[in-house]
């Protein structure tokens, strides 16, 4: 297909809805709240690492990620009320405006990532969490451990314990302890999900705020964005070679922003993104929705992303 005929991919364009009263734009997502109490978040194509967005949009990567997170959370709806009620176009998501807890619950199941960034350095502590000496990369925690984030408006997230948590009042023990029960339910569900499409549910992140005085499931589950995935085949055999990994996330972007010496410090500079990398980005995010779904994804084609969105909104304004 011609370049000129694909949608033109979303990074920095306004958009503005019929309702709105409030924009807010975060790292991925353009968050706009509407004055009937909804939230309206538009899903871009921009990608972030080490908390940077990256200066170039990944082509069909926010109706990736809208249409992943719609289908993940509809699939965990019995385990916790959620925040989405309908998605009137492929990149957008509408539903309860919560009041947002400024944690993320990052579950991991895997020495991987970050954990593996920490244990290699020598720590054997995580979030106050406990890990046990001679583990291999990848190797799997004796049961999944519990590693939160403060979620920062803006810059980086910062690890931190329950005990901090619980000190300095971000959420009463009460509420942590339902956090803690409900992250784990969830994830359960991720890996049984994971396990019947072949994959293994690695680590993730949730995001929960209170609607009404009752927890509820926010932003995005089970996606590129927010979780790791390996393929279930061969995976004890590239253990036991101590081979790599075959992964279905974003990590390969971070590994390759580390190979081009940027981790999201100070002046450390992000390397050129080709368009070769962009497309392989794309198509990875791509392949990621068809494997963990099972369904093959459609893409837009609608060369006025704006556009689109914009008319598919009205329309849905005007049905309600």
Same mark, same amino acid.
């Given at each position: 297909?011609?370049?000129?005929?694909?949608?033109?991919?979303?990074?920095?364009?306004?958009?503005?809805?019929?309702?709105?009263?409030?924009?807010?734009?975060?790292?991925?997502?353009?968050?706009?709240?509407?004055?009937?109490?909804? @939230?309206?978040?538009? !899903?871009?194509?921009?990608?972030?690492?080490? %908390?940077? &967005? /990256?200066?170039?949009?990944?082509?069909?990567? $926010?109706?990736?990620?809208?249409?992943?997170?719609?289908?993940?959370?509809?699939?965990?709806?019995?385990?916790?009320?959620?925040?989405?009620?309908?998605?009137?176009?492929?990149?957008?998501?509408?539903?309860?405006?919560?009041?947002?807890?400024?944690?993320?619950?990052?579950?991991?199941?895997? @020495?991987?990532?970050? !954990?593996?960034?920490?244990?290699?350095?020598? %720590?054997? &502590? /995580?979030?106050?969490?406990?890990?046990?000496? $001679?583990?291999?990369?990848?190797?799997?925690?004796?049961?999944?451990?519990?590693?939160?984030?403060?979620?920062?408006?803006?810059?980086?997230?910062?690890?931190?314990?329950?005990?901090?948590?619980?000190?300095?009042?971000?959420?009463?023990?009460?509420?942590?302890?339902?956090?803690?029960?409900?992250?784990?339910?969830?994830?359960?569900?991720?890996?049984?999900?994971?396990?019947?499409?072949?994959?293994?549910?690695?680590?993730?992140?949730?995001?929960?705020?209170?609607?009404?005085?009752?927890?509820?499931?926010?932003?995005?589950?089970?996606?590129?964005?927010?979780?790791?995935?390996?393929?279930?085949?061969?995976?004890?055999?590239?253990?036991?070679?101590?081979?790599?990994?075959?992964?279905?996330?974003?990590?390969?972007?971070?590994?390759?922003?580390?190979?081009?010496?940027?981790?999201?410090?100070?002046?450390?500079?992000?390397?050129?993104?080709?368009?070769?990398?962009?497309?392989?980005?794309?198509?990875?995010?791509?392949?990621?929705?068809?494997?963990?779904?099972?369904?093959?994804?459609?893409?837009?084609?609608?060369?006025?992303?704006?556009?689109?969105?914009?008319?598919?909104?009205?329309?849905?304004?005007?049905?309600?």
């Amino acid at each position: 297909m011609s370049t000129s005929l694909l949608p033109t991919p979303l990074y920095d364009q306004q958009l503005h809805f019929e309702g709105e009263t409030e924009f807010y734009r975060g790292k991925v997502r353009d968050v706009h709240k509407m004055d009937d109490g909804r @939230l309206l978040m538009v !899903a871009s194509d921009r990608i972030s690492a080490f %908390d940077v &967005v /990256l200066p170039r949009p990944i082509p069909f990567k $926010g109706q990736v990620l809208n249409q992943l997170a719609a289908h993940m959370l509809e699939a965990v709806s019995d385990l916790v009320p959620i925040w989405l009620e309908n998605t009137p176009d492929p990149n957008v998501a509408v539903g309860k405006r919560c009041d947002p807890i400024r944690l993320e619950m990052v579950i991991r199941a895997h @020495l991987t990532g970050h !954990a593996w960034r920490t244990y290699r350095n020598g %720590d054997r &502590v /995580l979030c106050g969490v406990s890990m046990p000496d $001679g583990m291999r990369e990848h190797d799997a925690f004796p049961e999944p451990i519990i590693t939160p984030a403060t979620k920062a408006e803006e810059g980086h997230d910062e690890d931190i314990s329950e005990a901090d948590i619980l000190s300095q009042g971000i959420v009463s023990e009460a509420l942590y302890r339902e956090m803690e029960r409900v992250t784990r339910a969830l994830f359960s569900r991720g890996q049984q999900l994971a396990s019947d499409r072949g994959l293994i549910l690695v680590d993730t992140k949730y995001e929960f705020g209170l609607y009404e005085g009752e927890l509820m499931l926010m932003d995005e589950v089970h996606t590129p964005d927010s979780s790791r995935y390996f393929y279930a085949d061969g995976f004890m055999s590239r253990q036991e070679q101590g081979l790599p990994q075959a992964q279905l996330s974003k990590e390969f972007v971070r590994e390759w922003l580390i190979d081009g010496g940027f981790m999201g410090q100070e002046g450390q500079s992000i390397p050129e993104m080709t368009d070769a990398f962009v497309n392989l980005v794309s198509d990875r995010y791509i392949a990621l929705y068809e494997q963990v779904t099972g369904r093959s994804f459609v893409r837009s084609q609608d060369p006025d992303t704006v556009g689109r969105i914009q008319s598919n909104v009205a329309s849905w304004r005007q049905g309600l």
